[in-house]
Antibody, heavy 112, light 106 residues
Framework: EVLLQQSGAELVRPGSSVKISCKAS????????MHWVKQRPEQGLVWIGR????????VYAEKFKSKATLTADKSSNTAYMQLSSLTSEDTATYFC?????WGQGTLVTVSS | DIQMTQSPSLLSASVGDRVTLSCKAS??????LNWYQQKLGEAPKLLIY???SLQTGIPSRFSGSGSGTDYTLTISSLQPEDVATYFC????????FGGGTKLELK
């Protein structure tokens, strides 16, 4: 069974950074890109970017090029996304997804 | 960038109704289109991939069609558990999602 297990909710201060994780199981981690998607409360889905876990190559949507950093650790089958210089606009639920299977989401709240 | 527009944004229907949701791309996406269902507080769930292929485990009352820039998701007989928001997604050029159609019971 394919599972993507994300790390727990985060409450962070404006201007800081946060790193969330997505542990994959039930398939060969390096066979599929891992994508990340943002969803603000009561809003739609926005694609952040993707990483190829086999070689670490990344592609980012234009608006996230200076906001998000995607990495992957083949030894632990875990993908990571770091978000920097956080503002209230970054308050959202973030999902990792293979495309057909999704993590449960990680809520990031930016507040002082 | 490819823009995806879904209509309507809100749809009210009765149990047993045939329901059609629309999704329009700003350019030809060559059928590279998926449909997802998202219930309140949950992650999106894949229903249909490559325009008309039913994901494993999804009831056959869901179907997809379309080509070029225009695509539809049809629910042949609406069930109470289908209350959710539905998103289309193109993957011809990276990814873009539509704004969603919220489906509620009348």
């Amino acid at each position: 069974e394919v599972l993507l297990q994300q790390s727990g909710a985060e409450l962070v201060r404006p201007g800081s950074s946060v790193k969330i994780s997505c542990k994959a199981s039930g398939y060969t981690f390096t066979d599929y890109y891992m994508h990340w998607v943002k969803q603000r409360p009561e809003q739609g889905l926005v694609w952040i970017g993707r990483i190829n876990p086999a070689n670490g190559n990344t592609v980012y949507a234009e608006k996230f090029k200076s906001k998000a950093t995607l990495t992957a650790d083949k030894s632990s089958n875990t993908a990571y996304m770091q978000l920097s210089s956080l503002t209230s606009e970054d308050t959202a639920t973030y999902f990792c997804t293979r495309w057909d299977f999704w993590g449960q989401g990680t809520l990031v709240t930016v507040s002082s | 960038d490819i823009q995806m527009t879904q209509s309507p944004s809100l749809l009210s229907a009765s149990v047993g109704d045939r329901v059609t949701l629309s999704c329009k791309a700003s350019q030809n996406i060559y059928k590279y289109l998926n449909w997802y269902q998202q219930k309140l507080g949950e992650a999106p769930k894949l229903l249909i991939y490559y325009t008309n292929s039913l994901q494993t485990g999804i009831p056959s009352r869901f179907s997809g069609s379309g080509s070029g820039t225009d695509y539809t998701l049809t629910i042949s007989s609406l069930q109470p558990e289908d209350v959710a928001t539905y998103f289309c997604q193109q993957y011809n050029s990276w990814w873009t999602f539509g704004g969603g159609t919220k489906l509620e019971l009348k």
